[in-house]
């Protein structure tokens, strides 16, 4: 039950798609400083990075909203859409990019976590990568922080026992680094990533 909260399933193709970038740029800036990610984002460079998904027909964008406001977002494309960083460790492993859909991220504002919202969202992104026909894996990739991080809150708890809930499993053979500014830094930095599979 996703509790009064409307789901709306959008792909490259469609053209309401790109009438939602601002509103995702903004909750990716929102939900993003938390840890771990301590995104310290710009408005400019997200809805330049958004543009992937607009410009990718075969993408898939899975928004939330209540009433007319954006409260979360899942978002995946086909992994040859993707940049170099993201395609390298399975390029390097032997694997097919043209057969792996990758997800991007699923976000939400705390308000409206434990509404069975990320089930939709994963629900969403997996029937389009199956309906499109051509996958054999789908994968997401999360940031992976010293378990004594400074910034890490007492009370956090990491989502890979949801992940694995959801039947994904962690590749640690499949890592990678991507760069952004952190809240404390004064410019970007690479941050180690690990993926996560799970077979279609």
Known sequence: MTHGIDIEVLSGRDAG???????????????????????????DYE????????????SVVVLARDGEAVVGAS??????????????????AGLDVTRTFYCGESILLPAY?????????????????????RFERIVLCAVERAADHPRRPPDYVPLDAVWQRFGYHRRADLVTTFEWKDLDETSASPKRMVFWEKAL
Do not use: M
Request: aromatic content about 16%; glycine content about 8%.
């Open 17 to 43: 798609l790109a009438a939602a970038v601002p509103a995702l740029a903004r909750l990716r800036i929102t939900v993003f400083r938390e840890f771990p990610y301590l995104y310290d984002g710009d408005f």
């Open 47 to 58: 809805t330049n990075y958004l543009r992937t998904y607009t410009a990718c027909a075969d």
């Open 75 to 92: 978002t995946g494309l086909p992994l040859v859409a993707e940049t170099d960083e993201f395609k390298a460790p399975f390029v390097a």
């Open 113 to 133: 976590r434990g509404r069975g919202i990320y089930k939709a969202f994963f629900a969403g992104r997996e029937n389009h990568a199956r309906a499109l026909g």
